[in-house]
């Protein structure tokens, strides 16, 4: 089955494990803020790729600490 084009806001926030509420994209909606989405009349739909994209961008990298890295510093 292939993926679908474009998402619900129930959908997306199934997507997102019910972290998003179609609430909360209601009001980044209205901020203009959040995942980009199309509205036709009056549905409201979210392009995949577009999600795909803005989850990406919320990607936040860890850096590795010292010991990670096999650098243990002596204390003074």
Avoid at 36 to 48: C, D, H, L, R, T
Avoid at 63 to 74: D, K, Q, S, V, Y
Wanted: charge should be neutral; proline fraction near 5%.
């Amino acid at each position: 089955m292939m993926e679908p084009l474009y998402l619900t806001p129930e959908e997306v926030t199934e997507r997102f494990r019910g972290a998003i509420s179609t609430g909360t994209l209601a009001n980044w909606r209205a901020m203009r803020i959040g995942p980009a989405f199309v509205k036709i009349g009056k549905s409201i739909v979210y392009p995949v790729a577009d999600l795909n994209e803005w989850a990406r961008l919320q990607t936040v990298a860890c850096r590795a600490t010292n010991r990670l890295n096999g650098e243990e510093h002596e204390q003074s």
